[in-house]
């Protein structure tokens, strides 16, 4: 039987879920910040069904706190977090505004699972397209362009163009890395 607690801070300056480079800095922030407004849901127990493996019963318990919660369920994870702190980094000067770098946040955790990139390759990935971005080369307006810019065979780059809209995206650059992952 495990009990779970949901809880919801409110929109403060703090946030207790990054991950500061400094974390004396990071504690003392939470120290003396003068109020942290937050809401606890206390949910009824869940236990674990016969031959519910760990992982399909933490799902099920991450379902009930997502519904507790009325927030959707996505398979973000702190990783995305992570990643999107080292984009910002890549960029000579970064991009402003509230979901200028919402392109980084790309589920790392189903990039793991579904296409076998860990956060380290996510990131090399990320380096990539910061670096096409500033350079303004995320236009392609050709197969032959596509598959050169994605490094895949002409067949993945031909079947990935039927699929695609617009400028080249950070998704499209990790599954040609996991492309081309499975054809080495």
């Avoid at 493996?53 to 997502?66: H, L």
């Avoid at 919660?69 to 960029?91: E, F, G, I, K």
């Avoid at 980084?104 to 579904?114: D, F, G, I, L, Y």
Wanted: net charge positive; glycine share 4%.
């Amino acid at each position: 039987m495990s009990a779970q607690v949901a809880v919801r801070y409110a929109r403060s300056t703090y946030d207790p879920t990054n991950e500061p480079a400094n974390m004396v800095w990071h504690f003392a922030r939470a120290a003396f910040d003068w109020r942290h407004g937050l809401a606890v849901h206390f949910l009824e127990p869940t236990a674990k069904q016969p031959n519910e493996t760990p992982s399909a019963f933490a799902g099920r318990v991450r379902q009930r706190i997502a519904e507790a919660l009325a927030v959707p369920l996505t398979n973000h994870s702190h990783d995305d977090q992570r990643l999107q702190r080292r984009a910002r980094r890549c960029y000579k000067r970064p991009p402003s505004g509230p979901d200028a770098l919402a392109w980084a946040m790309p589920e790392v955790r189903t990039c793991k699972q579904r296409l076998g990139l860990d956060f380290d390759a996510c990131t090399a990935v990320a380096e990539v397209y910061v670096t096409r971005a500033e350079a303004s080369d995320l236009a392609v307006d050709s197969v032959e362009a596509y598959q050169k810019a994605l490094g895949v065979s002409a067949a993945d780059a031909a079947a990935l163009w039927e699929l695609r809209t617009g400028a080249l995206s950070f998704r499209e650059l990790l599954v040609a890395e996991a492309l081309w992952r499975c054809s080495s």
